[in-house]
């Protein structure tokens, strides 16, 4: 059986002053290696999940806070939020609020120097996260000039100096370019593929997410509406429909043509799959002829 | 042939610091138009988006917006004729309310009441906000937010309205009410200018394409036609939308004439083509 | 602009402590004072900084027009509203002028302590910039932490100053945005309608400061600021044989300085 390494048990959660929850008895796991992609309309309480699943609430986030977050085995309740970051790591949607000096090198070092890490071992670590960002050789820049995804990923990179095991983005690219947008989804990429960390990203981008997400969680109105493989996620026309989700274009062909009676062999996520199916679906009644 | 509300003519635009954004940029939109404005960041998009309403004035060429040139009109006259809707609404919304903040232009236009109170009852229901009215528009959701913002700008009355990556940050739901506010004001005679990096909205929404490259105009046209030409797109790192990508990968088992802009188009190809093969 | 210009000159290696010393020992010096041979020789000193930086004066820009006014406004004042024994001109408004004529007077004192305060303005405000321009913003905030100031506080110096651009860039954007509102209350409007219209631009900023002021907070949690009553610091700075040497050479010449601010 593969390892748990966050556990959500009955967690919900409502902001000071706030008539209601903004999230309600929230209960799923992820596995160690796992690439979790969190979707749901702004407003669904994906930012607050983020905050709960990184400790941020109850240490830093003020609220009325039920239930049980556990990683890497600590409770977050139990473990204050340095603890609590050397095993997870997070990423905000804002590049320019993340920024706290004037070099590259040194917002890499920052959280691990305020750790009281020894300069070596910060060294160590900030080369090999700017050199897994890809951004070896700029170490001396000044990083409100670099571009947003450069930002971005100076921003990975100072999560990863920290050695997490789990990474959260919360909508790392919804500021970005095309090109910004690429670049980090390469990069995350990479952390999955080659580093096998476990990996959970906000993003209304799914035409991105489809190639790497292992699974999906949807979440409505505070509550987790679903939480399976993006296949089945896509096809679910009723969950996709209420939740609003940006459905990947070639799923949506494929939707339609179920709609329309034509039964798929396999339901693509991918634009690859998408020739595939497709073209599969074309030849095989010309070949009735 | 259409009559023509914006007539750039040879625009260059040098920023104080000798930064060249904009190179000799020359076209024209025409009344009634829904243009994309599509490129990466710093290709000079944002430049030209202030070039257009007054608040940068040309180095060198002309900009002529509804008979009048920029150089020889205020921003705040100019705001008349041409709306320009900002990227973050965060960076202009103050009132108290959803209605003052609408307001707010008209009043400084130093209009009599009666047409003020016209003017905002026009804009928020073009909008969708009159059930809104009294909120506080900063304690609004991200898509509420972009809809007051855009129906201030509406309440100015312009000829053309300009939106300025206006589904940055949005969902699904908030993208397509938001384009379709667009489309509707389009649908009433007036003109819409987009700047987005969101293909398939420009597919589905847009007329016209211009794409900015490096501070030059390297392709423009019909949105069909522009996303045809995959390798230009490619120079300038644009990708067409996933469904026109999908369409020409499948061009050899499934041969179609034009360019694919929709699911429905594609899936419609498809489903036809089985049905006659099933005949 | 006053921000970092990076160089190797010998005031860019210099031990930010012993910068730091220089400008709040020199400052005093320049406050107590009133000792215009003293004053100049420490104007002198300053350019001569400047010249070693190998920074131009003139990358101040509009600072140093803002300058030179602040000074010519100081001396002016003083001039005109500080008396003093030894009466120049009196009056200034001729007699014949109905009602104020008459008032007014120009004395040597008065020129003088204008002067005095508008050469202290000066030398304070070539100084500081010349500091901030040769000393990388971390080395900085270091310099202020080995000298004993909390870290605390040494970040929030650096924070203020990477939020100044982005609290420029903000400004700009709103007054641009409401501009498109055809807001001109700031260009022509009388004083009442400015008042009223002052909410347009200051509470947009105010809010978009607050939220960012949030978010700032809980990325600085998420790194673990301030969990740990010392901290690491990769870039390190020390002392060397030049920094002592130009210490002693500093403490040196202010001695010499107060001492013939007592002689004179």
């Known amino acids: 059986m593969d390892e748990i390494i966050l556990d959500v048990f009955d967690a919900s959660f409502r902001y000071p002053n706030a008539p209601a929850y903004s999230l309600k008895h929230i209960n799923f796991q992820v596995r160690k290696g796992e690439f979790l992609v969190i979707m749901g309309e702004n407003g669904a309480g994906k930012t607050t999940l983020c905050k709960m699943l990184s400790g941020i609430i109850p240490h830093s986030q003020e609220g009325v806070y039920f239930g049980d977050v556990t990683i890497c085995g600590l409770n977050s309740k139990e473990h204050t939020l340095p603890e609590l970051c050397q095993h997870i790591g997070i990423v905000l949607d804002d590049p320019e609020s993340q920024i706290f000096t004037t070099e590259v090198l040194d917002e890499v070092a920052f959280g691990a120097e305020n750790l009281e890490i020894p300069t070596d071992e910060i060294q160590r670590n900030a080369d090999w996260a700017l050199q897994v960002v890809r951004m070896a050789g700029y170490e001396e820049k000044d990083p409100t000039r670099l571009s947003g995804g450069q930002k971005q990923r100076v921003a990975i990179a100072s999560a990863l100096t920290m050695q997490p095991e789990i990474l959260i983005l919360d909508e790392p690219t919804s500021q970005l370019d095309p090109i910004g947008t690429i670049e980090v989804f390469q990069v995350v990429r990479e952390l999955k593929e080659k580093y096998n960390m476990t990996i959970i990203m906000v993003t209304h981008k799914s035409e991105e997410i489809a190639q790497f997400a292992d699974r999906v969680l949807v979440l409505h109105e505070g509550e987790v509406l679903a939480m399976d493989t993006p296949q089945r996620i896509f096809r679910n026309k009723e969950i996709v429909d209420k939740a609003w989700l940006a459905v990947p274009q070639v799923s949506m062909v494929a939707v339609e043509l179920e709609q329309s009676g034509i039964p798929l062999d396999a339901f693509p996520v991918r634009l690859e799959e998408g020739v595939e199916v497709f073209s599969a679906l074309l030849q095989e009644t010309e070949a009735r002829i | 042939m259409r009559e023509p509300v914006i007539q750039v003519d040879h625009l260059t635009y040098t920023y104080p610091n000798g930064f060249e954004a904009l190179h000799d940029v020359s076209f024209t939109i025409e009344k009634n138009d829904f243009v994309a404005i599509i490129g990466q960041n710093g290709a000079g998009k944002s430049t030209l988006l202030k070039n257009l309403v007054g608040l940068h004035k040309p180095t060198q060429g002309n900009i002529i917006v509804d008979g009048v040139n920029t150089r020889e009109i205020s921003v705040a006259r100019l705001s008349t004729k041409v709306g320009f809707v900002l990227q973050n609404p965060d960076r202009q919304l103050f009132a108290d309310s959803v209605e003052e903040e609408i307001r707010f232009g008209p009043q400084n236009l130093k209009l009599d009441k009666a047409e003020i109170d016209a003017r905002v009852e026009h804009a928020m229901e073009q909008t969708g906000l009159i059930r809104l009215r009294r909120e506080f528009p900063m304690a609004l959701s991200a898509g509420d937010r972009a809809k007051v913002v855009i129906a201030s700008v509406i309440a100015m009355q312009p000829e053309i309205i300009i939106l300025d990556e206006p589904t940055t940050g949005q969902d699904r739901r908030g993208c397509a009410q938001i384009m379709d506010i667009a489309k509707e004001f389009q649908r009433r005679g007036h003109t819409v200018i987009v700047v987005t990096h969101a293909m398939s909205l420009v597919a589905e ?20 036609e522009v996303f045809a030409q995959e390798e230009k797109l490619k120079e300038s790192f644009v990708l067409p939308p996933q469904v026109t990508r999908l369409a020409r990968a499948m061009s050899a088992v499934l041969p179609v004439d034009h360019t694919i802009l929709s699911t429905q188009e594609l899936s419609g190809c498809i489903a036809a083509r089985v049905q006659a093969n099933q005949m | ?75 002016l004042i003083q001039t005109l509203f500080q008396g003093g024994e030894t009466i120049l001109i009196s009056p200034i408004i001729p007699d014949f002028v109905p009602l104020i004529g008459g008032m007014g007077s120009i004395a040597v004192e008065g020129v003088l302590f204008g002067l005095l305060l508008g050469f202290r303005l000066m030398v304070i405000m070539c100084l500081m910039p010349l500091i901030i321009m040769t000393t990388r913003v971390r080395d900085l905030a270091l310099g202020f932490v080995k000298l004993g100031l909390p870290y605390r506080y040494a970040f929030m110096i650096t924070t203020a100053l990477n939020q100044v651009p982005v609290l420029q860039e903000q400004i700009a954007t709103i007054t641009d945005a409401q501009k498109l509102r055809a807001f001109t209350a700031f260009e022509d409007g009388g004083t009442l309608q400015k008042l009223k219209s002052y909410p347009a631009l200051v509470v947009p900023l105010v809010m978009g400061s607050m939220k960012k002021s949030t978010l700032i907070g809980t990325a600085m949690d998420v790194r673990s600021f301030g969990s740990r009553p010392k901290r690491t610091y990769l870039h390190d700075i020390a002392m060397h044989g030049a920094d002592w040497a130009f210490l002693c050479f500093i403490l040196a010449f202010c001695a010499g300085m107060f001492t013939l601010n007592v002689m004179l």
Not at chain 3, 56 to 70: D, H, P
Request: glycine letters at 8%; charged letters at 20%; hydrophobic letters at 55%.
């Open chain 3, 1 to 75: 602009m006053i921000k970092y210009h990076a160089g190797e000159s010998f005031l860019h290696k210099l031990d930010p402590r012993v910068k730091i010393i220089m400008l709040l020992i020199l400052t005093i010096l320049v406050f107590v004072t009133r000792n215009f041979p003293v004053l100049g020789l420490v104007f002198l000193l300053i350019m001569i900084c400047w010249k070693v930086s190998g920074i131009s004066i003139r990358e101040l820009g509009g600072y140093l027009k803002l300058l030179v006014g602040l000074v010519l406004f100081v001396v």
């Open chain 2, 205 to 224: 929404y847009a007329d016209r394409v211009i794409v900015m490259c490096k501070g030059r105009r390297i392709l423009d046209g019909p949105t069909a």
